[in-house]
C-alpha cells in the first residue's frame, strides 16, 4: 500500500478552484417537493436540540448505546494486502485498542490489542507485517491467530493453561472490500442487517486506486456529529467555501447549491449534490487552469485517467440520478464515516469521537499512482485544494462547538437542505433509547 499522510491544524483559507461537470438541467434541484417527501417520511420538522452536542451524558449514552453496538467501519482491506499484514486503530470513544491482521488463509480478523498478563498493547507500530506479535512488557508471544504460544518462566504460573490466553477476538466482517468491526461481545445483528437498503444500492461497486490512500488527520475541539453534519448538506458552500469551491457546487441557476437528491437508507443516508457545469477557473488562476483535467469533467478532482473509472461511474449508486449536473455523491454509513464518490474517484471522512466535545478526523482519498508528469501535477493540486477546503470546514465547526457550549442557542432551525442531519438526530435517538439492535433498527 502507498500511504501519504498530512496532518492538519484549522485555520482560514482563501484559494480559487472548482469542480465542473456536464450540462445543466435545474428542475430536480430547486423542487421543494424533491425535499418534502424525505423530510416528511416519519421525520419532524421542528427545531432539532443541541444538547446532543454538548452533553457529556448524552455522549455516555452515545458510547454505550451506538458504538458499543453498531458494526464500525474501519477502512478498506488492501491496507492489509498480504498474509501477515496487520494495522492497529485507537478507538477512543471505546477505550479499545484494535488489532486488525490478514491470516495466512486470507481472512482478516481482529482483536483486542492487550496482552492477557498484565494488559500492556502488544503490538506497538500502527502498521507492518509479523507471523508473531510480542508483547514489549513481559515478551508473551502471540500468533498472527491470535493464539498465545510463548510465556517466559511459563512454570512459575499456577494452574496456567496457554490455550485460554489468547488476544481476544472482536467480531469482524468484509464487506464490498470494507472492513468491519463490532465491539460487542456477541453482536445482536449481522453486518448485512445493520447495513440494510445501504448494503443492496451500493453492492458491486468497483472502487479504483483502492490501495492507494492520500490520508488528512486532524484532531478538532468540536462534537463528531458537528463535523459529520458539515459533509451531508450543500448549504454552507456558497458560503463558506466561496473563494474554494464554493462556484463549482452553486450557479446562478441554483445560488443556493441545492442538492440532486437525498435517500434514506434505515440507519443511514444519501445525498447526491449539484455540479456547475459552466464553471471555469478565473484567467488569473493560471495554476488551476494548467491542472484541470479534460477527459471528462474538467475538474481537478478528477486526479487521473486511469480505465477503472469508467466502470466505477457507471455503478448505479454512483450519481444514482445520472444527472449531467452531478458533482459528488455522500453516502454516510451510520454513525460515523463518509463514503464519497466523484469524477474522479471515491474518498472517505471518518469522525471518531474522543469525547463530548472533542473528534479525531481522518480523511482518506484514493488516486493511483501517476503514470506521468502531468497526473502528478494534477494531484498534487488536488491535495492542496482539498487542505484548504478540509480546513474551511473544521475551523467553522470548532467555533460552532463553541457557540453550542454557550448555550446561547439551545436549538438548530434546518432547512430541507439539511434532511440528512435531521435524519441522523432521528435515527441516534432511536439507537439510544432502544433496548436492542434490533428494535434500534426498525
Not at 482478516?108 to 500502527?126: D, E, I, Q
Not at 504460573?157 to 490455550?163: A, E, G, I, R, T
Not at 481537478?300 to 461511474?313: E, R, Y
Not at 482519498?365 to 477546503?389: G, M, N
Request: aromatic share 10%; glycine share 6%.
Amino acid at each position: 500500500m502507498n500511504e501519504q499522510l498530512f496532518k492538519l491544524s484549522p485555520s482560514n483559507v482563501t484559494v480559487e478552484a472548482g469542480l465542473s461537470t456536464g450540462p445543466v438541467s435545474v428542475e430536480s434541484y430547486i423542487s421543494p417537493e424533491h425535499y418534502a417527501r424525505e423530510v416528511e417520511a416519519g421525520l419532524s420538522t421542528g427545531p432539532v436540540s443541541v444538547e446532543s452536542y454538548i452533553s457529556p451524558e448524552h455522549y455516555a449514552r452515545e458510547k454505550e448505546q451506538v458504538f458499543r453496538r453498531a458494526w464500525l467501519l474501519l477502512g478498506r482491506e488492501e491496507e492489509i494486502p498480504n498474509a501477515g499484514d496487520f494495522v492497529t486503530r485507537d478507538i477512543d470513544v471505546c477505550d479499545a485498542n484494535v488489532l486488525i491482521t490478514r491470516s495466512k488463509g486470507g481472512h482478516v480478523r481482529a482483536f483486542h490489542n492487550v496482552c492477557s498478563h498484565r494488559g500492556s498493547h502488544v503490538v506497538l507500530k500502527p502498521s507492518g507485517n509479523a507471523g508473531k506479535f510480542v508483547c514489549p512488557y513481559h515478551n508473551w508471544t502471540y500468533k498472527n491467530d491470535g493464539s498465545l504460544v510463548g510465556v517466559p518462566d511459563e512454570s512459575s504460573f499456577f494452574n496456567f493453561d496457554k490455550k485460554n490466553c489468547g488476544l481476544t477476538p472482536i467480531a469482524a466482517e468484509v464487506w464490498e472490500g470494507w472492513v468491519f468491526i463490532n465491539l460487542s461481545p456477541e453482536p445482536q445483528v449481522s453486518l448485512r442487517e445493520f447495513l440494510g437498503p445501504l448494503a443492496d444500492l451500493m453492492a458491486g461497486i468497483p472502487y479504483p486506486a483502492a490501495g492507494h490512500p492520500i490520508v488528512i488527520q486532524a484532531d478538532i475541539d468540536a462534537n463528531w456529529k458537528a463535523i459529520c453534519d458539515a459533509g451531508v448538506e450543500t448549504y454552507h458552500i456558497p458560503v463558506l467555501h466561496a473563494e474554494t469551491i464554493g462556484t463549482t457546487y452553486a450557479s446562478p441557476e441554483n445560488p443556493f447549491a441545492h442538492m440532486l437528491d437525498a435517500r434514506m437508507l434505515g440507519a443511514h443516508r444519501l445525498i447526491s449534490t449539484y455540479g456547475n457545469a459552466n464553471y471555469a477557473a478565473k484567467p488569473s488562476n493560471k495554476v488551476e487552469r494548467l491542472g484541470q483535467d479534460t477527459h471528462s469533467t474538467a475538474s481537478v478532482t478528477s486526479c487521473s485517467n486511469d480505465p477503472a473509472l469508467v466502470s466505477f461511474l457507471e455503478h448505479p449508486a454512483v450519481n444514482p440520478t445520472k444527472s449531467t449536473s452531478w458533482a459528488q455523491d455522500v453516502y454516510h454509513v451510520f454513525p460515523h464515516v463518509h463514503i464519497d464518490f466523484g469524477p474522479g474517484g471515491f474518498w472517505t471522512h471518518s469522525f471518531w469521537p474522543t469525547s463530548h466535545k472533542t473528534t479525531r478526523y481522518e480523511a482518506r482519498f484514493y488516486a493511483p499512482p501517476a503514470a506521468t508528469v502531468a497526473e502528478r501535477f494534477r494531484q498534487e493540486l488536488f491535495i492542496s485544494r482539498i487542505v484548504e477546503v478540509v480546513l474551511e470546514d473544521l475551523t467553522i465547526v470548532a467555533r460552532t462547538q463553541k457557540g453550542m457550549q454557550s448555550r446561547a442557542k439551545g436549538f438548530m432551525y434546518l432547512q430541507e437542505n439539511e434532511v440528512a442531519i435531521r435524519h441522523l438526530h432521528s435515527t441516534l435517538d432511536k439507537w439510544v433509547k432502544a433496548s436492542t439492535v434490533r428494535e434500534a433498527l426498525a
